[in-house]
C-alpha cells in the first residue's frame, strides 16, 4: 500500500492516518511457546508462531542512498560522480550490484539514485551545464534504450524485479543549462509526467541554482502532486521548507558526531506545522533509532562494504571508531522494520516536549576521521536536548540531567504505537551508552511497544492497574520473527510493568548478526 492510497502515494494527510489505523498494525492474538532465555533466534516449538512484526511493508518513505557507496568504490580518490554507472549498480564485481544489498529490508525501501545519474559518464565537474537534465543518461546506463521516459521505464521495472519497493534519483535544483532558457513550469512538468508514467517513486531534491527557492521547490511539490502523484519529493536547505514538504531531510552529518547533531536538527523542525496536503515528514538520515524514537524517516547512507577503502585507506566517512557504523547494519534493519508497526508521522500533527537541559558531546580528532576537513587533535562538540518526546510525556530518568547520561527519546505514533530510545553519548574519543532507570507512560495497555537501546530497567507506566489474568506479554527482536513469552519474566506493579535491562538486552538482539555491534531493539506487546 501506498502512502496516499493504492493508487498515489501521497493524498490528503487525513486519507493516510486513517488507511495506517486501518492496516498498519493488525496484531491479532496468538500462542507461543518458545524460550525467553535462547541467546540466539530459533525455533524449538512445535506450535506455529506468529511474528510481532508485520510481513507486509508499511507506508514509510525510507531509502539507501547511493552516494557514499559510489566514493566507497573510488576510494574517494575521483570525483563520487563516475561511479554512478550501470555497471556498479547491476554488475557482479567485487564491488558491484548495489541493487543486491539489504536483503532482508529491500522490499521496505526505496533505491535512491545519488548525483550524476542524469549527466554524461565523462562530465565530472559539479557545476556541469548538465545539472538538472533529471533523465536517464545513456552512456551511464547504455542497456537501457528508447526515449527517455522509456528508459527510465526499463530501469525502475529493473531495480523493482531485483526486490526493492521502488527507485528513485537525485535532482539537482535547477533546469539543466544545456537546454538554454526555458519556461521552469513546462520544463518540471514534463520531467514529472515521465517520472510518473516510468514509476519512478523518489525525488531526492537537493543543491542547485534554486536550492534556497522556496518558491520554486513549492512550484515543483504543487506539479508533482498533480502530475506525479505517485512520487514522493523530498527537499531540503531550509527549515521552513518542510510546511510545504512530504518530506524533509535534516542533511549531511559527519558521522563522529552525528546523533546529537541530528536530534537537534529534528528539535528545530518540530515548532514547524505541515500546511495543506503536505505530510511534513522528517527524513533523519542514517539515524534508524532516532527515527525510531522521534517519528521520523529513514535515509540510509551507510552500506555494508565493511573495512577500508579498496585501495587499503581508512574510510574516513564511517571511521571505524566511536559507533562504527558500519558494523552495526542490524540497527538499520530493526529500524526500517518498525516501520511495518508504525509509519513515520508529519510535523504540527502531535504535541510535542523538549528537555530544557542540554547535554554535550564532544569528539577529538584522530587520523581520517572524518570527511570534512579536520586536523589530528581537534575537538569537534554538538550540544542536544537530554529528553525529547512527541505525542507523549518527557520520559523519566535515573541519575537525571547526569554528564553521561543517554539521550531519552520517546513518542507515541498516530495508530497509538509507543517507542522509547536510549541514545549513546561521544565523550572524547569513545561512544558509549549508560544503562540507566526510564520510565514511560504509556496511554493504553495494548498497543505495540518498541524499545530500543540500553536500560538498567525499563518501567512501562499504564492508566490503570495491570491485572494479569488472561494476559500474555511478548518480546521480539525487530531483526527477527520469533516472538518469545516473556510473561513471567518481569515485574508487575500496580499500573508499572517493569522490564529488566538484562532482558531487554537479550531479546533486543536474539536475531542479531554475529559481529554486528548494534544496540538492542525489540518490540513488545501485551495480549489479552
Known sequence: ???????????????????????????????????????????????????????TPGNAPDYFCTWNIQGYVLSHLTDLRSAMNQNNIFGSGKYENWVGLFPKIRKDI??????????????????????????????????????????????????KARGWKGAGGWICAQEAPVYGKVDPKAY??????????????????????????????????????????????????????????????????????????????????LSFKAQGEALGIINCEDEPYIAAGLGCAIGIMRHPFNGKFPNGAPDNVFPAVGRDLKSRMDEITRGVRWHRIAGPFGVGSVPYEVDSVKLKDYWIMGEHESWVKRHVGDTVTATTPARVSRGLPLPQISNLHSVDQPVVLASRYPNGAVTVVTIGRSLGRKYSLKRETVTVKIPELTVPVGVFGDYKELILEFPAKINLKGIKIYGQDLA????????????????????PGELIRKIGLMAATKGDLSDPGRVVKIIH
Open 188 to 269: 518540471w512538468i514534463e520531467r514529472l509526467k515521465a517520472a510518473n508514467i516510468s514509476g519512478l517513486s523518489y525525488w531526492k531534491v537537493d543543491w542547485g541554482k534554486q536550492s534556497k527557492n522556496g518558491e520554486w521547490r513549492k512550484m515543483v511539490t504543487d506539479l508533482g502532486r498533480k502530475y506525479a502523484p505517485n512520487l514522493i519529493i523530498e527537499h531540503a536547505m531550509e527549515k521552513k521548507f518542510i510546511e510545504f514538504s512530504d518530506v524533509y531531510r535534516t542533511y549531511d552529518v559527519e558521522n563522529i558526531i552525528s546523533l546529537p547533531v541530528t536530534i537537534q536538527r529534528v528539535v528545530d523542525l
Open 110 to 159: 526505496y533505491f535512491v539514485m545519488d548525483d550524476a545519474w542524469d549527466i554524461p559518464q565523462n562530465v565530472k565537474s559539479k557545476n556541469s551545464e548538465y545539472y538538472g537534465t533529471a533523465e536517464l543518461d545513456t552512456s551511464r546506463f547504455p542497456g537501457y534504450k528508447g526515449l527517455p521516459v522509456e528508459r527510465l521505464k526499463k530501469l525502475v521495472t529493473a531495480i
Open 1 to 55: 500500500m501506498n502512502l496516499r492510497n493504492q493508487n498515489t502515494l501521497f493524498e490528503r494527510k487525513q486519507r493516510i492516518m486513517n488507511s495506517i489505523l486501518r492496516n498498519l498494525v493488525i496484531l491479532i492474538p496468538f500462542f507461543v511457546i518458545a524460550t525467553a532465555g535462547i541467546p540466539k533466534e530459533k525455533n524449538t516449538s512445535t506450535v506455529k508462531q506468529v511474528s510481532l512484526v508485520p510481513k
Open 480 to 499: 527477527g520473527e520469533i516472538p518469545v513469552n516473556i510473561t513471567n519474566q518481569l515485574k508487575i506493579a500496580g499500573n508499572k510493568l517493569i522490564l
